[in-house]
């Protein structure tokens, strides 16, 4: 008698953390989808995004460090020009970026500002040639 009352006392208690460590259970697939599949499907699409836009004349970086410029494309390898007279073949894959995506001009950094005084970049310049 006394073993029963024991097992009614225990089953009534532990209902409501049942239901907690079910939800907990099922919150987790959520969680890592959420922090994990979703933004990495959303790189691997920029990624393919990024490569299928490039062409040739684009300066790129590879995923091993090497800079090029884009000389040919075939099914699924860009020749890249390293040196002068000098081009390997590399996988579309391989590609990690493009080198200066927005940057801006090179031009206009130096050449003189509006009020005749010289920029920064054409000041380093002179500098290094002295």
Not at 22 to 40: D, E, G, K, T
Not at 75 to 97: H, M, N, S, Y
Request: proline letters at 3%.
């Amino acid at each position: 008698m006394y073993a029963l009352s024991i097992l009614a006392q225990e089953s009534d208690g532990g209902g409501g953390s049942g239901i907690t460590s079910l939800l907990v259970l099922l919150l987790i697939p959520f969680a890592m989808y959420f922090f994990l599949i979703r933004p990495q499907r959303k790189r691997m699409k920029e990624q393919a995004t990024m490569q299928s836009s490039l062409g040739v004349g684009d300066e790129v970086i590879t995923s091993s460090g090497v800079y090029g410029f884009i000389t040919g494309e075939e099914d699924d390898l860009f020749w890249l020009e390293i040196d002068d007279d000098v081009q390997i073949r590399i996988a579309k894959a391989a590609i990690q970026g493009h080198v200066n995506a927005g940057a801006p001009d090179t031009e206009a950094a130096e050449s003189p500002d509006d009020d005749g005084k010289t920029s920064a970049a054409t000041i380093d310049d002179e500098a290094d040639d002295a």
